[in-house]
């Protein structure tokens, strides 16, 4: 009989390393009063929300999904969000039309609170459900979407950043095409986060109910994150 051996660090997991080495890099490109730095900073973010995707692909697609990579997967994700939120929220704290949210203003911190709250909480039950039940959660589909909803806001915004400095600098602030898409592209942005902070409720809500046999004995893993 052919046995087939799953190492820790394969292929999908290594792409999850790479992605996590990468939000360092994004969260100081997010914070440059640059377009072109800001551009960086949306392609480099959009290749590591591609790569979300392609290793948890390239996992269940050859068999080698590993706790390893359950563990890994949901904590890159969770930098990945502190890379984009954080400076969003830094860069927003004084009111400037380069650095604003569209239509509302700088970020406002109860956001920040919610996003990272629902983060934290999640992550302190995993540990604990790995720790005392050892049961290894994986990400489920309320939270997918949740991520998903989340990488579009990030992306939309920082594109954003780039797009209004640029504009800006080279005066076409006052041009009819920059005016409607300013309009098209600050609603995709603003309801992108509003759908994102009622995703971030509700998905924190559903993983608690369908795991709330962990907090009894004889559990068996579930997941909604």
Known sequence: MKLAVVLPLNLPNTITVVRIAACPVIFILALQPHAG????AFWLFVAAAVSDLWDGYLARKHGIVTDLGKLLDP??????LVSTFLPFYLI???????????????????????????????TVFRSWAAGRRGSVIAAGSSGKIKAFVQNIFCGSFLLWLSLVRFATEEGWTSHVLWEYWSVFHGTVVVLSLAVAIVLTVYSLAVYLRENRHLFRAGSVPGGAE
């Open 37 to 40: 730095w800001l551009m960086l």
């Open 75 to 80: 904590l890159a994700d969770k930098l990945l």
């Open 92 to 122: 927003g704290r004084e009111p400037d039309p380069l650095t604003d949210l569209p239509f509302w203003g700088g970020m406002p911190l109860w956001v920040l609170v919610v996003i990272f709250g629902r983060e934290v909480a999640i």
